[in-house]
């Protein structure tokens, strides 16, 4: 239920449990309504659909977490080894295989394989919120027709027949540094893992970038 909606044990005459529920319902409501009238995905054209609307798993506000594991069905293929799970760190990189605890950067990290698309010392939790971190993997005809042609595009002389199974999507929308101060500034980028079963590919995506960090703002790829 969201921050600052409080129930109380006292009942209003003759209405009981009945008022009681109400009140909790329409605060939930709100609180909902509320959340996704704030977000509003970027309508740059290189950034695949997510948010409101789309299947995305919306990530908890925090700083320096992980979520996961999140599975992979197939497994994603990288650096000669097949990877059935990923997990997702607020500071802007995703791991393979296993957690990496740290805060920023991860890469060079010995033994972890990464992705980072903007790996820095995000934060998400100022209140009320300080950024939105969603993911999902699709199967979606749309979706991987586009993934498919992006490699395609990409690649005409080597992958020119690549076909993609799934498409992993993760994006961090508006999200600031530790210690920012309001107005805060805003990052918004995304990775997009695509793979055909045998092959695999990462696209970086980039909207706005409004800050960077002397001791971070990697991008980087680390196969182990």
């Known amino acids: 239920i969201c921050s600052g909606c409080q129930t109380s044990e ?3 005459s003759g209405t009981g449990e009945k008022m009681l529920f109400v009140i ?3 605060c939930l409501l709100a609180c909902l309504a509320g959340t996704s009238a704030q977000v509003v995905p970027t309508s740059n054209p290189a950034f695949y659909p997510y948010g409101p609307g789309t299947t995305d798993t919306l990530d908890p506000p925090n700083d320096d977490g992980t979520t996961g594991p999140h599975y992979l069905s197939p497994p994603f293929p990288f ?3 097949n990877f059935n799970q990923l997990y997702v760190n607020t500071n802007g990189f995703i791991s393979l295989g296993s957690e990496v605890f740290a805060m920023s950067p991860p890469v060079p990290d010995v033994g972890k394989y990464t992705v980072s698309g903007f790996a820095a ?4 939790n100022y209140p009320p919120r300080s950024g939105y971190i969603y993911h999902r993997q699709t199967t979606d005809a749309a979706i991987l027709s586009r993934a498919s042609t992006d490699v395609r595009t990409a690649f005409p002389a080597t992958y020119s027949s690549f076909a993609a199974t799934w498409v992993y999507v993760i994006t961090w929308h508006d999200v600031t540094h530790f210690g920012g101060s309001a107005p805060r500034p805003e990052n918004t980028f995304q990775l997009v893992l695509i793979t055909g079963g045998c092959k695999s590919f990462v696209l970086f995506n980039y909207d706005k970038i409004e800050w960077t960090r002397t001791d971070s703002g990697q991008v980087a790829i680390n196969g182990g």
């Open 10 to 12: 006292r009942k209003a």
């Open 121 to 124: 010392d995000v934060k998400t």
């Open 79 to 81: 650096y000669g080894k």
């Open 24 to 26: 909790v319902t329409f």
